[in-house]
């Protein structure tokens, strides 16, 4: 039986999609896998007893993030892997091979697979684990945008990743939190603008968690970026703060990583560049409101206009800096 839950009628169809499926059998269980994660050989013992596999799902946009659980033993056979993938077991062992490498991995620890090769793998019965999977392109231009100049793939993972410390336990427990979104149909991260956050934070979580080639390079010292470079940054933020930037897309604005981008707005601007984008956006609403009809336009309405998806933090935010809440400048408009 197949249990889809659509999204809310009241969300924007731009939102990401989240799906449950649950007591899937084993031509289901191909035909969802094929849907949300790659074509797969789905496999099991003789005698192993009636299959079923239960999935959550988020898809925001190049990133899944799912949460599987299988009740008998099985084998998942992927012919050849066009994106970098990461399953942490949260029950039970998983048994993986991957170019010309063998691990197992628990609770503890994480595999690792990239693109260019056959996937296998099996799991004991009644196994759990979260399913992270990123388009190749997708991680690469982020690791691109962060260091500020282009990189060259693909990325030569490791094949696990410790998940019981570090940025390992930190990244894992971010994973933990989208999975935990799922049932609830008023989630946040059904809006598009905290669907973007969260996506290039998962992604720029991972290239900071794992080791690889340029992993250096995006932890080490940073080097301030020119004021002509901040400036850039700044107009485009004057020109549009309503659109839904992350701070990777300033980062190419200005054509620097995203750590010289930071470094860079402290220095100039005295201020984190989406801090600066958040009091750019706090300054139009204010505007806005001072100048509306109160009989004709909503605070919520004025709020999302300048890219506030949350009215409770906005709210917050708009009264340290203005002393009053938003519905106060609205009624006094002139």
């Given at each position: 039986m197949v249990d889809v839950f659509p999204r809310p009628p009241h969300v924007c169809p731009d939102a990401p999609d989240i799906v449950h499926f649950s007591g899937v059998d084993i031509d289901e269980a191909r035909s969802v896998l094929n849907r949300f994660y790659y074509p797969v050989a789905v496999g099991m013992p003789d005698a192993a007893g009636d299959f079923e596999l239960g999935v959550g799902v988020i898809q925001l946009g190049p990133l899944t993030v799912g949460h599987l659980s299988f009740n008998t033993p099985v084998t998942l056979l992927v012919a050849e892997l066009d994106a970098y993938h990461v399953s942490m077991p949260t029950q039970g062992h998983?048994?993986?091979?991957?170019?010309?490498?063998?691990?197992?991995?628990?609770?503890?620890?994480?595999?690792?697979?990239?693109?260019?090769?056959?996937?296998?793998?099996?799991?004991?019965?009644?196994?759990?684990?979260?399913?992270?999977?990123?388009?190749?392109?997708?991680?690469?231009?982020?690791?691109?945008?962060?260091?500020?100049?282009?990189?060259?793939?693909?990325?030569?993972?490791?094949?696990?990743?410790?998940?019981?410390?570090?940025?390992?336990?930190?990244?894992?427990?971010?994973?933990?939190?989208l999975c935990d979104e799922l049932e609830f149909e008023t989630s946040l991260f059904y809006e598009p603008l905290m669907a973007e956050q969260l996506r290039s934070t998962v992604l720029s979580g991972l290239l900071l968690s794992l080791p690889h080639r340029y992993h250096d390079e995006l932890t080490g010292p940073t080097v301030t970026g020119p004021p002509r470079a901040i400036r850039r940054v700044v107009d485009s933020i004057q020109h549009e703060p309503e659109r839904a930037f992350t701070v990777t897309d300033l980062a190419r604005v200005a054509n620097m990583s995203v750590r010289s981008l930071q470094e860079?707005?402290?220095?100039?601007?005295?201020?984190?560049?989406?801090?600066?984008?958040?009091?750019?956006?706090?300054?139009?609403?204010?505007?806005?409101?001072?100048?509306?009809?109160?009989?004709?336009?909503?605070?919520?309405?004025?709020?999302?206009?300048?890219?506030?998806?949350?009215?409770?933090?906005?709210?917050?935010?708009?009264?340290?800096?203005?002393?009053?809440?938003?519905?106060?400048?609205?009624?006094?408009a002139r």
């Open positions: 998983l048994r993986a091979r991957h170019a010309g490498r063998e691990v197992v991995v628990g609770p503890s620890t994480g595999v690792v697979f990239g693109p260019g090769s056959p996937v296998y793998t099996s799991r004991e019965g009644n196994c759990a684990e979260l399913a992270v999977k990123v388009e190749r392109k997708a991680l690469e231009e982020e690791l691109s945008g962060l260091l500020g100049h282009p990189i060259e793939g693909p990325l030569d993972l490791p094949p696990e990743v410790d998940l019981s410390t570090g940025p390992g336990q930190s990244w894992r427990r971010l994973i933990s939190l860079g707005f402290r220095r100039h601007m005295g201020m984190a560049p989406m801090t600066y984008l958040q009091q750019v956006r706090l300054g139009r609403v204010h505007e806005a409101l001072r100048r509306a009809d109160p009989a004709r336009v909503t605070v919520a309405s004025v709020a999302h206009r300048w890219g506030f998806a949350h009215l409770g933090r906005f709210a917050s935010a708009y009264r340290a800096r203005f002393g009053e809440s938003p519905s106060e400048t609205l009624r006094s």
